[in-house]
């Protein structure tokens, strides 16, 4: 499954321990909106490619 995981105000110790352990039997990318610009057309294919998208 491929798992998208979009950052707003960056990584917590929360997120950091799902994302970890999803991604030993997933595909898992992460988008942080709070390190540099991030272009809006890359973000909604990345939406669209996913199986699953978690935003925080």
Known sequence: MKILHILNDG?????DQII?????????????????PVSYENIVDEIFSSDKVISW
Do not use: A, G, Y
């Open 11 to 15: 990584p917590t110790k929360l997120s």
């Open 20 to 36: 970890n352990v999803q991604s030993k039997d997933n595909e898992v990318k992460l988008i942080d909106l709070s390190k540099k």
